[in-house]
């Protein structure tokens, strides 16, 4: 979800390694 999110950006992420990013679709479950 980029729009209304404080989502890293994808040049910051290609610098510094972010984890549970784009992992998941909107519509899917998921739990931890």
Same mark, same amino acid.
């Given at each position: ?6 989502k !890293?950006?994808? =040049? %910051?992420?290609?610098? !510094?390694?972010h984890?549970?990013?784009? %992992?998941? =679709? ?7």
């Amino acid at each position: 979800m980029d729009i209304g999110t404080d989502k !890293v950006s994808k =040049e %910051i992420r290609e610098k !510094v390694p972010h984890h549970q990013i784009d %992992i998941i =679709e909107p519509d899917q479950q998921y739990t931890a």
